[in-house]
C-alpha cells in the first residue's frame, strides 16, 4: 500500500508563533506532494506543491513567506505556517501520489491531517 | 478553470440506496474520482472512473459519462456509517498533478 504519515494531528498555539507540519510516505518515495487546507464544512483547497530538491508552487492568493514549504527528501515534506493568526486556524491535509506503471488518477494518499487552532 | 458540482446535503435512511451527482468542467480530462471524508478526518480514496460507464466496488459504485461531463456515485445498502462528506475530483490538467475538488456532498443517513 501507500501510506503518508502526517504530524501532528492536532496543534494549539498562540497567535504570532510558528508552527510546522510534517508529511512522510511511508513506504514509497513522493517526488512531488500537495498541501491542502480545509476550512469547516467547505472543500479541500490546494494551497501549494511541494517538489523534492526545488522550490515549492504555491496557488495564487497564497503567501509563500507565510506559509513555508520544504520538501527535504523524496519522503518528507514540511509546512511551516509562521508567524500564526486565528485566521490560520484550519485543517490542513497532506497528500502524495505514488507513481505507478500507468499514469492513471490511482496512488493519490491522504495524511491524516492536523487541525491547527491559534488562539 | 475548472469546476465541480455537487448537491451539498443528502439525506436517506439506513438500507436505502442514494446517488451523489457531480456535472465537471475540465481543460482537458484525466478520470473523475470519488472521496468520503468523516468529520475530522481525511479524505479516503473510494473510486475512479476514466472510461464512461460503471465501476463497482462492495456497496459503491462510480458512474461516468464523459460526453456529458457528469458522473455520479451510488451508495447502496446505506449503513449508518456512511454518514460522511463525499466529494468528486478531477486531476488538474498542469503538470504537476493535484486534485481539484467538488465542495463536497454531506450524507446524513438516518436510522
Known amino acids: 500500500g501507500a501510506v503518508v504519515s502526517q504530524h501532528p494531528s492536532w496543534v494549539i498555539c498562540k497567535s504570532g508563533t510558528s508552527v510546522k507540519i510534517e508529511c512522510r510516505s511511508l513506504d514509497f518515495q513522493a517526488t512531488t506532494m500537495f498541501w491542502y487546507r480545509q476550512f469547516p464544512k467547505q472543500s479541500l483547497m490546494l494551497m501549494a506543491t511541494s517538489n523534492e530538491g526545488s522550490k515549492a508552487t504555491y496557488e495564487q492568493g497564497v503567501e509563500k513567506d507565510k506559509f513555508l514549504i520544504n520538501h527535504a527528501s523524496l519522503t518528507l515534506s514540511t509546512l511551516t505556517v509562521t508567524s500564526a493568526h486565528p485566521e490560520d486556524s484550519s485543517f490542513y491535509i497532506c497528500?502524495?501520489?505514488?507513481?505507478?506503471?500507468?499514469?492513471?488518477?490511482?496512488?493519490?494518499?491522504f495524511g491524516s491531517g492536523t487541525r491547527l487552532t491559534v488562539v | 478553470g475548472q469546476s465541480l458540482e455537487q448537491p451539498s446535503e443528502v439525506t436517506a435512511v439506513e438500507g436505502a440506496i442514494v446517488q451523489i451527482n457531480c456535472t465537471y468542467q475540465t481543460s482537458g480530462f484525466y478520470g473523475l474520482s470519488w472521496y468520503q471524508q468523516h468529520d475530522g478526518g481525511a479524505p479516503t480514496f473510494l473510486s475512479y472512473?476514466?472510461?464512461?460507464g460503471l465501476e463497482e466496488t462492495g456497496r459503491f459504485s462510480s458512474f461516468l459519462s464523459r460526453s456529458d461531463s457528469y458522473g455520479y456515485l451510488l451508495l447502496q445498502e446505506l449503513q449508518m456509517k456512511d454518514s460522511a462528506s463525499y466529494f468528486c475530483?478531477?486531476?488538474?490538467?498542469?503538470?504537476?498533478?493535484?486534485?481539484?475538488f467538488g465542495k463536497g456532498t454531506k450524507l446524513s443517513v438516518k436510522p
Open positions: 497528500s502524495a501520489r505514488k507513481q505507478t506503471g500507468q499514469a492513471t488518477i490511482y496512488g493519490y494518499t
Open positions: 475530483a478531477v486531476r488538474d490538467r498542469g503538470s504537476q498533478g493535484n486534485l481539484i
Open positions: 472512473n476514466a472510461l464512461d
